[in-house]
């Protein structure tokens, strides 16, 4: 009820300036407008651009402004090209693989080689090409912070986000080491898992290039019948799960 | 009053089982038993659940293709739905991390970053902007991931249920960056959920004002848990993964991320070695939801082929369905509502004769896309690319009326 009563209220204050346009154009106007007096603060106080938004609440009202305690605990994220977002700390090979073996080997392998289909975090190099790739950190994955980023914001698995930003650091060194990536010795920190070249590094298009394919929608005669042959079938194949009844549990044969 | 009527319900209840069992294939002429008892109540269920004899009709998965349950996909039992909304207990399920129970009186989103005000909302802020709903389809592009090689699972369900459609609530994502102020130099968002993956997604500010949405509602009730209750982005036409669920964060920046989730995976391997990136747009596609391996022909005779077609370029413009392999093809009848990155039904009416077909449907979209064939896109892409296969599907007829899937050469 009470979201209601705002809405009508906003509809009647917006009509009541604008007549005749619609809810977003009047407030893309109002926008302008504030930009307008914003500049024109600016140019008689002298103020930062900054400080005269940041005094100004939005055009709803709703919420409240985080603290920098409250953004600090939730902005997590670290870019995977630059690094930016990276925290101080630090941790090296030796340390990531006391943690390692703590907290990652039961999934991952002692060596990251994977046990049963959890991922395997090593190897792989040079096999992008061939027909079962293998897919790894070391083989595939373009950006080393993207590494500490990710063990940080979602492992281990059943208590993710709980271990210190020097375990994950540390973490991050052992894998990299793992992957013959950096030397034993190698410590990382903010400063030096940008530096980090990553095998696969420029093999990835960040364009899409689709639409890729050029189907043409002919409609009669588009083939002649005596090509159109089965390639593979499903049939007889034992790898679906049962469709009727209960959940299947059907593992590997 | 109260414990009577409980009691008759129930002798009711336990009458009309027995009464049925006996009474197999007596009506007509005889009235089945529930025509001559008395129903359960109102409230009798408080929220209601499908009939007894519906009970296969469920999310499925795959057990042999994840670890566990917990970073895994179910898929949608698409051979037995109707229309082109999926109920909300049939949506199908991607966890990265498993299914969180998220106290909405404690989620909150905080919009940061490259804005004038950073903001924290509360539920009960967010449902107090102005809310739109839409309608629009969810495919986790790795649906069909499984057949870039060749036929390998015999069913509709597995091979094209990592997709489902509803109509969803919420505000739109540019009425709140409009309110945090967006900063000249922002030029991306992440988006993070609050699950225990913190599953987070860069998105081009383009798309993040033009259509996205920021939701709470599916089909008319709050989102399931499953779906990302109490708060998901939603962004149309894109692959599932973006609508980041239990939207937790929204952060400008003036670059991308390179999160894990679109370099390591979400990312499409090529045969010289190189990868796709940034490749959100599921192309057009369709398939034939009836027949199909669940859904086998009984006896030669009058039938209507019946499928499901989307693209995430817009509207669907035509779809055309061959019983052939593809030589030759006849435009099907698409079904109102043709809605904008939402599925759209076709039918095509269909005499088969008994004898052995291969049924495909093949869609057009309003951009003139052309679905493409198996063939066509291995040819492109070959079969380690994983995600974003959207090939014709090929159901082989059997005299018998039994469907396989199958690809042709």
Redesign the interface.
Known sequence: MSSFREMSSLRRSIGSVMAGASPAMARNERSVSRLKMAAVAIVLSGLSVTTAFAAEPGHFGYGTVPTAEQIAGWDIDARGEDGAGLPPGKGDVAAGEKVFAQQCAVCHGTFGEGEGRFPKLAGGQGTLKDDRPELTIGSYWPFAPTLWDYINRAMPMPTPHTLSADDVYALTAYILNLNNIVPNEFVADRDSLPKVRMPNRDNFIWTDPRPDTAAQPCMSACRDPATVTISSTAEGRDLTPRTTGPLDAMQPK | MLGFGAAVTGALALGRNAALAQSKGASPPADAPWSQSLGAGVVDRPYGNPAEFEA?V?R?????L??GT??SISFS?L?HLNGIITPNGLFFERY??GRPDVDPKLHKL?I?GLV???????ME??????SVSRIHFIECPANGGMEWR??????L??NHGMLSCAEWTGVKLSTLL????VKKEAKWA?V?GAD?????RSLPLEKCLDDCLVVYAQNGEALRPEQGYPLRLLVPGWEGNVSIKWL??I?L?D??????EE??KY?D?M???????????I?AKSVITFPC??KPLHGPGLYEIRGLAWTGHGKVK?V?VSV??????Q?AQLHEPILSKALTRFSLPWRWDGKPA?LES?V?DETG?????IV??RA??GT?SVY?NNAIQTW?VKADGSV??????
């Open positions: 296969g469920i499925r998965n795959v057990p042999w994840t670890a917990e970073s039992p051979q990265h991390a905080m940061h004038e005000r950073p903001l924290l909302l509360t802020d967010i449902v107090r902007f102005p060749a036929a390998q699972l015999n069913s369900q597995f409009e309110e945090v102020g992440m993070e225990g993956a913190h599953m987070n937790r964060r952060k920046g670059k991308p991320w390179h999160s894990r370099t390591s990312t391997l045969p010289d070695g190189t990868s796709r990136g940034f490749t959100w747009l192309d391996p669940e035509r055309d052939d392999g593809g030589v030759n093809w435009t291969l093949r057009i896309y052309v679905q493409p064939t066509q896109l492109k892409r380690n974003h082989q396989f899937d199958v690809q042709l050469s």
